[in-house]
């Protein structure tokens, strides 16, 4: 009877997900094209049927997955005493995290409000942390979507814990004056609360869907505000375009109806959000120097094997790295030049597309692992 079941869920069709991600990412190019800022492309026809090929791509691999019944994975674990050894796990690092690093992941957050460079610098030294961070925010991302996605399986005391960690989270970019953990918890969150919803295991009443919605639009604008105050005081406002000098468009409908304050908010979004195509077009027109194989789309790979072999020959191959040496010292992160980018320094550029199609196909197999087998990772 539960494989009968199980065999009836695999064969839904979800397509929300995918809708969901192709509409977001359809939002960032018409940012790109119709945004404050105007870039000028080279070979703009080649450059926007590729990001239409890399999107197709994205969505034949996600329905194919759909059509397939996936690893049907049938052994049986103890799933909720899994995601309690994750949530245990996480929290006594943050807790040794707390102490040993003498609390220094929140201990800017006055700083913050009162002047935001000052934060994001002191923020940028490394420490052992640094390092067991990348073993433990897997295990802590698992232990917080898999809470929100099995909410009321769960005893009080270790979503209390969750709690703590998400909170912690978000302070703790607040204090570097950044953005990139908060986008993090809110993605995961909303996506494991709507995976939740779906699957049954979160069943919301008129009245708390009332106060979701009212948490959420006050989240927003305080997203907003708090961009507001990075763009002001992180790295002096600016007016015109980082990458190419040029003004905002003297025609842009958004700056016609707004205050100075808020276009530089408008501005910043805009250009947080869509200047990787100007910088994917860029790359696309730099000489081809060779495959990385895995290796080239990584600065920890590529500066410890210089480390150790003095070899530096990946650098050399990386679409990425070549586009971040033209901003001279202090390029690199400076900005962004999308994941097409850097996969393309491995694969090549129509190697991506197909790289983002075993995405697609992976990441609908990794829903269906979700629902129907209550897969944690």
């Given at each position: 009877?539960?494989?009968?079941?199980?065999?009836?869920?695999?064969?839904?069709?979800?397509?929300?997900?995918?809708?969901?991600?192709?509409?977001?990412?359809?939002?960032?190019?018409?940012?790109?094209?119709?945004?404050?800022?105007?870039?000028?492309?080279?070979?703009?026809?080649?450059?926007?049927?590729?990001?239409?090929?890399?999107?197709?791509?994205?969505?034949?691999?996600?329905?194919?997955?759909?059509?397939?019944?996936?690893?049907?994975?049938?052994?049986?674990?103890?799933?909720?005493?899994?995601?309690?050894?994750?949530?245990?796990?996480?929290?006594?690092?943050?807790?040794?995290?707390?102490?040993?690093?003498?609390?220094?992941?929140?201990?800017?957050?006055?700083?913050?409000?009162?002047?935001?460079?000052?934060?994001?610098?002191?923020?940028?030294?490394?420490?052992?942390?640094?390092?067991?961070?990348?073993?433990?925010?897997?295990?802590?991302?698992?232990?917080?979507?898999?809470?929100?996605?099995?909410?009321?399986?769960?005893?009080?005391?270790?979503?209390?814990?969750?709690?703590?960690?998400?909170?912690?989270?978000?302070?703790?970019?607040?204090?570097?004056?950044?953005?990139?953990?908060?986008?993090?918890?809110?993605?995961?969150?909303?996506?494991?609360?709507?995976l939740g919803l779906f699957k049954g295991n979160i069943i919301l009443k008129r009245?708390?869907?009332?106060?979701?919605?009212?948490?959420?639009?006050?989240?927003?604008?305080?997203?907003?505000?708090?961009?507001?105050?990075?763009?002001?005081?992180?790295?002096?406002?600016?007016?015109?375009?980082?990458?190419?000098?040029?003004?905002?468009?003297?025609?842009?409908?958004?700056?016609?109806?707004?205050?100075?304050?808020?276009?530089?908010?408008?501005?910043?979004?805009?250009?947080?959000?869509?200047?990787?195509?100007?910088?994917?077009?860029?790359?696309?027109?730099?000489?081809?120097?060779?495959?990385?194989?895995?290796?080239?789309?990584?600065?920890?790979?590529?500066?410890?094997?210089?480390?150790?072999?003095?070899?530096?020959?990946?650098?050399?191959?990386?679409?990425?790295v070549r586009l971040d040496n033209e901003e001279g010292d202090g390029g690199y992160?400076?900005?962004?030049?999308?994941?097409?980018?850097?996969?393309?320094?491995?694969?090549?550029?129509?190697?991506?597309?197909?790289?983002?199609?075993?995405?697609?196909?992976?990441?609908?197999?990794?829903?269906?692992?979700?629902?129907?087998?209550?897969?944690?990772?």
């Open positions: 009877m539960i494989n009968i079941s199980i065999m009836i869920q695999i064969k839904q069709k979800i397509y929300f997900p995918i809708i969901f991600l192709l509409s977001w990412l359809g939002f960032t190019i018409l940012s790109f094209i119709f945004g404050p800022y105007e870039y000028q492309l080279t070979n703009p026809v080649i450059f926007y049927n590729y990001l239409i090929l890399i999107h197709l791509a994205l969505y034949l691999g996600y329905i194919k997955g759909l059509r397939s019944e996936g690893r049907n994975i049938k052994k049986e674990f103890d799933y909720i005493g899994f995601v309690k050894k994750a949530i245990q796990i996480s929290f006594i690092y943050f807790i040794v995290k707390l102490i040993f690093n003498s609390g220094i992941s929140i201990s800017n957050l006055n700083e913050t409000f009162n002047d935001a460079s000052n934060s994001y610098n002191s923020n940028s030294d490394t420490n052992i942390f640094s390092y067991l961070d990348m073993i433990f925010t897997p295990i802590s991302l698992v232990a917080i979507t898999n809470t929100i996605f099995s909410y009321k399986n769960l005893p009080r005391l270790y979503r209390y814990s969750v709690y703590v960690l998400i909170i912690f989270s978000v302070l703790s970019s607040i204090s570097s004056a950044t953005r990139s953990g908060i986008v993090q918890i809110a993605i995961i969150s909303m996506a494991a609360f709507s009245h708390q869907k009332i106060k979701i919605l009212i948490l959420c639009l006050v989240m927003f604008f305080a997203y907003l505000s708090y961009t507001s105050l990075l763009t002001n005081t992180r790295g002096g406002v600016w007016i015109d375009n980082p990458i190419t000098g040029d003004s905002p468009r003297s025609d842009f409908f958004l700056n016609k109806i707004t205050s100075p304050e808020t276009q530089y908010v408008i501005n910043n979004i805009s250009f947080y959000i869509s200047h990787s195509y100007y910088r994917l077009n860029q790359a696309m027109n730099l000489p081809f120097e060779g495959l990385g194989f895995g290796l080239s789309n990584s600065y920890f790979v590529m500066n410890n094997i210089e480390k150790v072999t003095g070899w530096s020959g990946l650098k050399e191959i990386s679409y990425g992160g400076l900005f962004w030049s999308t994941f097409y980018t850097w996969i393309a320094s491995d694969f090549t550029f129509p190697g991506t597309i197909l790289v983002v199609f075993f995405i697609g196909y992976l990441f609908s197999l990794a829903l269906k692992d979700s629902l129907n087998f209550l897969n944690p990772l």
